[in-house]
């Protein structure tokens, strides 16, 4: 009977043997999982931040009108492309350009004004030598005289005629003298290009010039049209929006980080980023440029009491700009607005926490208007020389 027993009990050992190594081998791939995944967690993860609170911005630059007028033609729409320089509005322009006219008949008219005013002083000079050299003769004529009326060889009625001679040259002098002095005076002593009347008649011209080249509403820069407001026929003031452009090539992507998260990120991080519109089978590749001056509520414009009624305490985000690389960018434009999952490797955090200096690169700009100014001076520079110039 106890061999019986025993039997039994070698037999039910027999059975869980099979049974505690299954369970011994899924507490040590459990254990090896949960090791790997600390393992992740603490080499990669740890070292990562991560948003899907992040959109795309970018530039916006508004094209206004520069003058008024009434629009006669508008050569972009919305979602189209425009090249820096191209024309995108035609406003009416004869008004603008029957004030050139007349700025230009101005111009040459003073023109020739300073011209005589110089050639006046000029012969006011002449005068003066003239005097002069007239002075010097009644003094020689005098002085030849006065010592032959000891002798009485000239009469004393001689010698005062030729006193009075020098007195009357003396007089006719410092007379051209004035002259040649009120002449200098309306020329300012400067070539007649360089008188005020000359160089006020000049800005003018250069103005009425501006306003009619300024007719044709032309586009800053390069980029794509949104938000198009201006219709033909309608009359339009300075500085009223007409469009907008977007730059797409150069957007960039404002990740709101909450609190927590900003311990870790440093300027120049390297970040990983996707798109909804792409999915994550698109990856773009940027870093971070900078962290704002403050949160998103603080600069709202109802921003929060927390000093005012109850308060709760709400974990605030703030806004982390992103720069991307051009070269997913340019085959893959991204939109302005658009969704992004953002990740930033935190491993190195040598960067600073802001800037330290000051930045003098230029952000956005346009040199479109400084060849305005050039080529209105070109064309003031040939009226002056009594050319007709192109008109704008």
Known sequence: MEQANNTDNHGGDNGNRPRRRVLLILIALFVFIGGAWFAWWWLVLSQRESTND???A???IAVSAQVGGTVVSVAADDTQRVEAGQELVALESTESRLQLQKAAASLALAVRNARQQSATAGQFDALVQQRSVELKWAEA???RRQPLLASQ????????QAETGVDMARAALLVARQQAAAAHALTSQRPPEEQPAVIEARTQYEQA?????????????????????????????????????VPLESVWVDANFKEPQLRA????QKVRLTADVYGSDVTFTGQ??????????????????????????VVQRI????????????KFPLRIGLSMSVQVNTEDRSGALLPTASSRTEIVGTRMYEADAAAAATAAALVMRGATPTPP
């Open 288 to 313: 971070v440029a900078g962290v704002a001056a403050g949160t998103g509520s603080a600069f709202a414009l109802l921003p929060p009491q927390n000093a005012t009624g109850n308060w709760v305490k």
């Open 153 to 160: 060889a000239v009469s004393s009625e001689e010698v005062r």
């Open 58 to 60: 970018g530039n916006l």
């Open 54 to 56: 992040a959109y795309v």
């Open 209 to 245: 010039w501006i306003a009619v080249h300024r007719h044709r509403v032309l586009a800053p820069s390069s980029g794509y049209v949104a938000r198009r407001t201006v219709q033909a026929g309608q009359r339009v003031q300075p500085g009223e929006p007409l469009l907008t452009i």
């Open 319 to 330: 806004p982390v700009r992103i720069a991307l690389d051009p070269a997913p960018l340019a």
């Open 141 to 143: 004529q005098l002085a």
């Open 265 to 268: 990120l440093r300027i120049g």
